[in-house]
Every structure is written in C-alpha cells, then in structure tokens.
C-alpha cells in the first residue's frame, strides 16, 4: 500500500499468505533519497519474501539501509538476520538487545514459537533520543511494558508527522476506538508500564498512526492517542 509518495505499507497480515502461512507483524518503508528505511522486518519465513514481492510491485529499487526494530518478537524483527546479511543497519531498543542475540525469549515457555534467526544489533537505543538516518530526523521514545525494549518511532514524511508505535498501541474497530495494548504472553509484559508508556504517547502529535497489528490511522493520529490513553486503565484493569 502507498501511503503517501515516501512512506508505504509492505507487508504484513493485510498480504497473502506466503507457502501457506500467514504473515504477521505490519512492515513500513519510508524511502529516502540514501536507501529505503524499514519498520520492523517481519517473521524470517515470510517477511523477506514478502518484502520481495512489494518492493517490486512498488517499484521500489532502493537498498534498504536500515531497519528499526519496535520490539523484539519473531514477527517483527524475525526477517532482521537477512536484512542485516545484505547490508542494512539494524537498529533496536537496548532492552530487547538480549532477545536478538540469542534468538528470541530463551529459557521461557515461549522459547520454540517465539524464536527467529539471531543477530547482534548495529545500534542500540536506551533513551529517549533523536538521530538523523538519511538525512531525515527520527524521534525514538522508549515505551516499555510490551517488553523491555519497546521503542515508537516518530518521524516527518511528506510534510506529515507519523508515529510507529509497534504492539504497544494497537486500533481496530470501524472507527477505530478499540484498543489494544501489547501481548500478556511475553515474558517482559507489565501493565503498568504500559499504561505509563500510553500517557507518555498521548503527550506527542501525530497526523498518522502505524502500529505491529491491526488497522492503520491516516488522519487525526494525535486523537486516536489520546482516546488510547482514556481508556488503557479501564482495558487492563490498572
């Protein structure tokens, strides 16, 4: 899908399934005049393939030069070994580090489902902070509570303000009014945080809002936040 004339939405379970399984984990590109940057990478059977498959119907040609990583679970950055082997940057929360190099939540009852091809991070991020990737200033806000390592990306494509916010903040419903917020499965979830993270978003604007799951916000991002943020405390019984 093409959001606007540099940011597009590659992959994810809106897509076909690939040899049979399905796609999870939402990807995003925002193509620069340096490469093209992702938003998470998908899981390593079906992301890559995936990638393959719009890039090309997008005609998309540039080289992905990074890859930011909201979390990290198999379905969003699974497909990151690959990514990492044909010359991207892989850039991740320093908390979710651990789950990278080894492969996923070793030592817990998710350790087979979860796990994905491991990798050592090219950058980590442990506070709050900008960086410029391209040419283009990206926020990173550290949102933890889904797991550790939770980052939201903020950054200005095509004159708009677009946050990632991976499976921290999740809309569906037809007007995008339901919520919801992480996985309890993991290891690392604490509701709290969550909840502190929701307030610490709903304190940022936003014209579009891209999450790991469900349904995307291309207008009146800053509202839907702060709808999220009436109502985290009530969802997860906080």
Not at 163 to 182: C, I, Q, V, W
């Amino acid at each position: 899908m093409i959001i606007s004339n540099d940011l597009f939405y590659l992959s994810g379970s809106c897509f076909s399934a690939v040899n049979n399984k399905s796609i999870l984990g939402e990807v995003y590109g925002i193509n620069t005049g340096q490469g093209l940057i992702l938003i998470d990478c998908g899981e390593a059977s079906t992301g890559p393939a995936m990638l393959k498959k719009t890039l090309k119907k997008f005609n998309i040609n540039s080289p992905i030069t990074h890859v930011i990583l909201t979390h990290g679970h198999h379905d969003h950055c699974g497909g990151a070994k690959e990514m990492q082997e044909a010359g991207a940057k892989i850039i991740v929360g320093a908390g979710d580090a651990t789950y990278c190099k080894q492969g996923g939540p070793k030592g817990t009852p998710y350790d087979i489902e979860q796990s994905f091809p491991a990798f050592i991070p090219d950058v980590e991020i442990s506070v709050d902070k900008e960086m410029i990737i391209n040419g283009i200033m990206f926020e990173f806000i550290m949102i933890p509570g889904h797991t550790n390592g939770g980052m939201a990306i903020r950054v200005k494509v095509d004159g708009k303000l677009v946050l990632f916010t991976g499976d921290t903040l999740e809309a569906d419903g037809t007007y995008l009014d339901k919520f919801l917020f992480g996985w309890e499965g993991d290891p690392a979830f604490n509701k709290e945080e969550i909840v502190n993270s929701i307030m610490k978003l709903a304190k940022y604007k936003a014209d579009i809002v891209l999450s790991g799951h469900g349904k995307i916000c291309l207008i009146n991002g800053t509202k839907l936040i702060r709808q999220a943020a009436k109502k985290v405390k009530s969802i997860l019984n906080v």
